[in-house]
């Protein structure tokens, strides 16, 4: 992890396109600016931890989504060849 000082107004560059502008700090909170293509996503850590949970609990209802209904296609396959 790098580890910088800055002061209000004072910049950090990340690559050529990001860059990352102290716009205040007022006791133990600073407040930041971040310049960055539409491209590149920006989130809270927080934001995005829960966007990430979010996926995965969705690829796992998908994944249960498509195991019920795999057992109810037999299921009704199964049915329909006992007639």
Same mark, same amino acid.
């Given at each position: 992890?790098? &580890?910088?000082?800055?002061? $209000? *107004?004072?910049? $950090?560059?990340i690559?050529?396109? &990001?860059?990352?502008?102290? $716009? *205040?700090?007022? #006791? *133990? %909170?600073?407040? &930041? #600016?971040v310049? /960055?293509?539409?491209?590149?996503?920006?989130?809270? %850590?927080?934001?995005?931890?829960? $966007? %990430?949970?979010?996926?995965? /609990? /969705?690829?796992?209802?998908?994944?249960? #989504?498509?195991? %019920?209904?795999? &057992?109810?296609?037999?299921? /009704?396959?199964?049915?329909?060849?006992?007639?």
């Open positions: 992890m790098l &580890i910088l000082s800055r002061k $209000i *107004d004072e910049k $950090i560059k690559g050529e396109e &990001i860059t990352i502008t102290i $716009i *205040d700090v007022h #006791g *133990d %909170q600073v407040k &930041i #600016g310049e /960055a293509p539409k491209n590149v996503k920006v989130f809270r %850590q927080e934001v995005f931890n829960a $966007i %990430q949970s979010e996926n995965k /609990a /969705a690829v796992v209802d998908g994944k249960e #989504g498509e195991s %019920q209904r795999a &057992i109810s296609a037999v299921s /009704a396959l199964s049915k329909l060849l006992k007639k």
